[in-house]
C-alpha cells in the first residue's frame, strides 16, 4: 500500500525534476515550431491527478495544461509546452526540433493520449435610401471603348430579375424579407474572422455594449493565446500583429505580410500566401472580418454607404485569423465562446450568438476517424446544443470538394454563385453544400478593367495598419469569394430567428432547402457545360445540380416567411414518467399540435444534445415517423437532455428539446472490499514518472 509518507516524498520529488527546466539543445532560430492539439483519455492519470476545471483563469488552465505537457514529455523523451485549452482535457502542445506530424505520431503512442490532430492553419476565403444599394437600376450597364461599365450597387439584394441587361437572378429578394422584419436587436450573430473595424460608420451601433472595463467592444481576440514566456509567445504575438496577443479587443489590426515575412527562408510565414503566377509578394490588409460584417447588418435606411441583409442585428467579433490565417485550436476555442460555451483560460460570454459565420476553412475530413475532424464535429455539436446555428463558406477551390470545416454535418455550408445564377469559376462545390448564395463575379478580365458584380462592403483602406475611422467600401474591387456568400446566408438566418427565437440548426438548415428557388439551366456564358461531381479535376463556370451545389438559390424572402409559419406548431416532447430511474429502461414521445390542415410528420430524429455526468443511452434514434416514441437507458442519476426533430409532410423541421430527470437506482447490498479511491495519481504513476523525469534527465546531460 502507498503510505502517506511515500506519497508525499514521490510528490515533493517529483515536483522538485518538474520544477528545473529540462537541459534542451540550442535550436536554431529559424527552426519551426511545431503544433499539436492532444486530447487525454477521461481517466489517465495525468488527468485524474489535477482536474481543470472550464471556469478555470488563464494562470489556472495554464498551470494545469502545462503541468500534463511536462509529464507527457518526460514520458515520450520530448520537451513540451502547453498553449491554450480547449476543454478539460484537451491543450495545444508546441515543441521544436521535429515538424508537427513528427510530434503528433509520438505523442498519439502515448498510453495517456486519446487524439493527437497537428494544429493546422486555416484563412478567410459580400428599398433603403442607401446610396450603394440604388445605383444600376437607374443607370444601366453601358460599353464604354468597348469595356463594359455599369454603377456599382448592391444586385446580390434585390428581387431576381429587376436588375436587367442581363438579368440578374440569383438576387436573394431581401427587400420582400424586410417587410416581415429588418431584424432583432436580440440576435446576436458571431463574425468567426479577422476581427472588425467597429469604428465603420455602417457598422456603428452594430456591436453590443463593452462587459469589461477599457473593452472596445464585445467580442475576443483569440490569436496569440500562449502558455508562457517560452519563444512561442513571441511567435504568436507577431502573428497576433498587434503587440499584445489574445485579449478583449477583437478590433482588426490588419494582416498584411510583408515581402521578407513571405520570402525568408525558415521565417514564422515563410511562404505563406503565393501569387497566382508562384511568386510570394508583399500581402496587403484584406479587412476581411470587417468586410464580412457589412453583409451581415451594416447600418441601413440611413442614407449612407450600403444596407445589410439584416438591419437589426447586432455583431459579435471574434478574431481568430491573423497573418497567414489562424490555427485550428484558436478556430474551436472561438466557435464555442461565441455560442456561450465555457472555455478554460477564458472569460464568460454573456452575449451568446445565435447565428456564427466563419467564412474560412482549409483542406481536411470531417471524418469521425480523422483526429482534426473529431475536435471541429464536437465543437459544432456542442454549439448547435445550445440553439445556435453555424454557417460556414464552402471554400474557393475551383470545383474541387469541400474543405474542413464546410464539410462537417451540422453546419449550413454556402457556395457562391454568379449574377446569372451559374456556378463561380472559384466556388467548391460537393454534397456537403446545403445551399447557395451570390458569391460575385467579373465579366471584364482585361488588365484594369472594372469588376461589374463585385460584392459591396464596408472596408478600410489603409495597405497595412488601419486608417482609423475610415467609411470605405470595396467598390468596383473584385471582391468576390464564397467568404461572402456565407455572411449572406448568416443575415438571413438572422432574420429568420428575429422571427422564430426558438430556431434551431436543423430547422434553418431545412427551411433554408425548401425555400431555395431552383438553379437556371440558361443564361450562363456560351458553352457552359452541367456542374458535375468534383473530382482531382477544377471545373469552373457550370450550371448547377441539385445535390452538388446544394438544394437551390436562396431566397430571404421565402425562408423569413416560413420560419414564422414555424411559430404556429408546437412540439412536445414526453417521458414515460415524470422522473426515470437509473439502470432502468423508459421511454420518451415526440408529438406535434398545430400543424396546418393536411400536413402530417414523416420523420421524427432524436438526439442527445448533453448526456451530463452520467449520459444516457438512447437504444434507438429516429429515422422514421414510426419512431416518435424511442427507448432510453440512463446510466446513473442526474440528467441528460435531448432533442427531437420533427420533419412534416412540406419538409419543414420542427425542433423541440426537453431536459430528462434520472433517480439513483435502488441501492444493491453489496460485499465489502478493499481497495483505494479514485480522483487521485496512483502509485505506479507517480513512480513511473519519477523515474522517466530522472531518466530523461540523465540522457539530456549525455550521461
Known amino acids: 500500500m502507498l503510505t502517506t509518507a511515500f506519497f508525499v516524498a514521490a510528490m515533493a520529488a517529483m515536483a522538485a525534476v518538474l520544477a528545473t527546466p529540462l537541459p534542451v539543445r540550442a535550436l536554431a532560430s529559424a527552426e519551426p515550431e511545431a503544433r499539436v492539439i492532444v486530447r487525454f483519455k477521461p481517466g489517465a492519470d495525468s488527468v485524474r491527478a489535477k482536474a481543470l476545471s472550464l471556469r478555470a483563469t488563464r494562470a489556472e488552465a495554464r498551470e494545469v495544461a502545462q503541468t500534463r505537457a511536462t509529464a507527457l514529455g518526460l514520458r515520450t523523451g520530448q520537451a513540451l509546452a502547453a498553449g491554450r485549452s480547449l476543454d478539460e482535457r484537451t491543450h495545444v502542445v508546441m515543441s521544436r526540433g521535429m515538424t508537427a506530424a513528427q510530434l503528433a505520431q509520438r505523442l498519439a503512442a502515448d498510453p495517456e493520449v486519446e487524439l493527437v490532430a497537428v494544429d493546422r492553419l486555416r484563412k478567410h476565403f459580400k428599398l433603403p435610401d442607401d446610396p450603394l444599394f440604388g445605383g444600376a437600376n437607374v443607370n444601366p450597364e453601358t460599353t464604354v ?115 521578407a515575412e513571405n520570402n525568408t527562408a525558415g521565417g514564422q510565414f515563410y511562404h505563406c500566401e503565393p501569387a497566382d503566377d508562384g511568386s510570394y509578394p508583399q500581402i496587403d490588409s484584406s479587412w476581411h472580418g470587417t468586410r464580412v460584417s457589412g453583409l451581415i447588418a451594416a447600418a441601413s435606411n440611413n442614407t449612407t454607404g450600403m444596407a445589410g441583409v439584416g438591419w437589426g442585428l447586432k455583431l459579435l467579433p471574434v478574431r481568430v485569423l491573423g497573418k497567414c490565417g489562424g490555427y485550428d485550436s484558436d478556430i474551436i476555442a472561438g466557435v464555442k465562446w461565441a455560442a456561450g460555451i465555457a472555455v478554460p483560460g477564458l472569460p464568460t460570454n454573456t452575449n451568446k450568438a445565435k447565428v456564427l459565420n466563419l467564412s474560412l476553412g482549409g483542406s481536411g475530413s470531417c471524418a469521425s476517424t480523422d483526429s482534426t475532424g473529431s475536435l471541429y464535429r464536437d465543437a459544432i455539436g456542442q454549439v448547435n446544443a445550445t440553439g445556435a446555428t453555424i454557417v460556414v463558406a464552402a471554400g474557393n477551390s475551383k470545383g474541387l470538394a469541400v474543405g474542413l470545416p464546410g464539410n462537417c454535418p451540422g453546419v449550413i455550408t454556402v457556395t457562391a454563385l454568379r449574377h446569372v445564377g451559374t456556378k463561380v469559376g472559384f466556388a467548391s462545390i ?274
Not at 187 to 200: E, P
Open 145 to 259: 471603348g468597348g469595356i463594359q461599365t455599369r454603377v456599382i450597387d448592391q444586385w446580390y439584394l434585390k428581387a431576381p430579375g429587376t436588375v436587367t441587361n442581363p438579368a440578374v437572378v440569383s438576387s436573394i429578394n431581401a427587400p420582400a424579407a424586410w417587410d416581415l422584419t429588418t431584424g432583432s436587436g436580440s440576435v446576436v450573430v458571431a463574425v468567426i474572422d479577422t476581427g472588425v473595424r467597429s469604428d465603420h460608420p455602417d457598422l456603428a451601433g452594430k456591436f453590443l455594449p463593452p462587459a469589461l472595463v477599457g473593452q472596445i467592444f464585445a467580442g475576443y481576440d483569440m490569436v496569440g493565446f500562449s502558455s508562457n514566456g517560452t519563444s512561442q509567445q513571441a511567435n504568436s504575438i507577431t502573428m497576433a500583429n498587434d503587440g499584445d496577443g489574445a485579449d478583449v479587443d477583437a478590433s482588426d489590426p490588419g494582416d498584411w505580410i510583408t515581402f
Open 430 to 703: 460537393g454534397p456537403e453544400v446545403t445551399v447557395a448564395a451570390p458569391g460575385g463575379n467579373c465579366i471584364n478580365v482585361g488588365a484594369g478593367q472594372p469588376c461589374l458584380y463585385p460584392m459591396v462592403s464596408t472596408t478600410n483602406s489603409g495597405a497595412t495598419t488601419p486608417v482609423v475611422g475610415d467609411a470605405s467600401y470595396t467598390g468596383s474591387s473584385a471582391s468576390v469569394g464564397t467568404s461572402f456568400s456565407a455572411p449572406i446566408v448568416s443575415g438571413v438566418v438572422g432574420l429568420m430567428a428575429s422571427v422564430r427565437p426558438a430556431l434551431t440548426s436543423a430547422e434553418s438548415t431545412a427551411i433554408l432547402k425548401v425555400t431555395a428557388r431552383a438553379f437556371p439551366t440558361t443564361g450562363g456564358t456560351a458553352g457552359t457545360p452541367v456542374c458535375r461531381a468534383p473530382d482531382s479535376t477544377e471545373q469552373a463556370e457550370c450550371y448547377c445540380k441539385t445535390g452538388i451545389c446544394g438544394a437551390g438559390m436562396v431566397d430571404a424572402a421565402g425562408a423569413v416567411a416560413a420560419a414564422r409559419t414555424l411559430n404556429d406548431a408546437t412540439v412536445t416532447v414526453t417521458p414515460s414518467s415524470a422522473t426515470l430511474t437509473a439502470t432502468q429502461s423508459a421511454t420518451l414521445t415526440a408529438a406535434i399540435s398545430g400543424l396546418a390542415a393536411g400536413k402530417t410528420v414523416t420523420a421524427t430524429h432524436w438526439t442527445l444534445l448533453d448526456g451530463g455526468s452520467n449520459p444516457a443511452v438512447l437504444s434507438a434514434l429516429g429515422s422514421g415517423a414510426d419512431t416518435s416514441t424511442v427507448t432510453v437507458v440512463p446510466a446513473a442519476a442526474g440528467s441528460f437532455k435531448v432533442q427531437a426533430d420533427l420533419t412534416d409532410s412540406d419538409g419543414y423541421v420542427h425542433s423541440q428539446t426537453a431536459t430528462i430527470t434520472v433517480a439513483a437506482a435502488p441501492v444493491q447490498p453489496t460485499s465489502s472490499s478493499g481497495g483505494g479511491g479514485g480522483g487521485a495519481a496512483g502509485a505506479a504513476w507517480l513512480a513511473g514518472l519519477l523515474v522517466a523525469a530522472l531518466a530523461l534527465r540523465r540522457s539530456a546531460r549525455g550521461g
